[in-house]
């Protein structure tokens, strides 16, 4: 059974930074590109990052791009994001899950907030 766990969310300050993770159980960590996604206060999620299973290249969505940072832990089945140079506009959800997948399994997310 698929399991993602993310952490790390935390209210901060406008220009502040924080360090979200997930932890994927379930299946093969290494074998799957991953992504990040948020959700904002009346929005669809929307897919910010994602992250090819041996880490070596990474794709940022434009509002992102420059500031956040994705990486993963093979053999803690983790991944990251460092998120830095923080916006009100990057208040919402934070999850992570495979950049493709054949189910709707999704973690609780974790909550950012960006105070201006």
């Known amino acids: 059974q698929v399991q993602l766990v993310e952490s790390g969310g935390d209210l901060v300050q406008f220009g502040g930074t924080l360090r979200l993770s997930c932890i994927a159980s379930?299946?093969?960590?290494?074998?799957?590109?991953m992504s990040w996604y948020r959700q904002a206060p009346g929005k669809q999620r929307e897919l910010i990052g994602t992250?090819?299973?041996?880490?070596?290249?990474?794709w940022y969505e434009d509002s992102v791009k420059g500031r956040f940072i994705m990486s993963r832990d093979n053999v803690k089945n983790t991944l990251y994001l460092q998120m830095n140079s923080l916006k009100p506009d990057d208040t919402a959800i934070y999850y992570c899950?495979?950049?493709?997948?054949?189910?709707?399994?999704w973690g609780q997310g974790t909550q950012v907030t960006v105070s201006s």
């Open positions: 899950n495979r950049a493709t997948r054949g189910d709707d399994i």
């Open positions: 379930g299946f093969t960590f290494s074998r799957h590109a």
């Open positions: 992250i090819t299973g041996g880490g070596d290249s990474t």
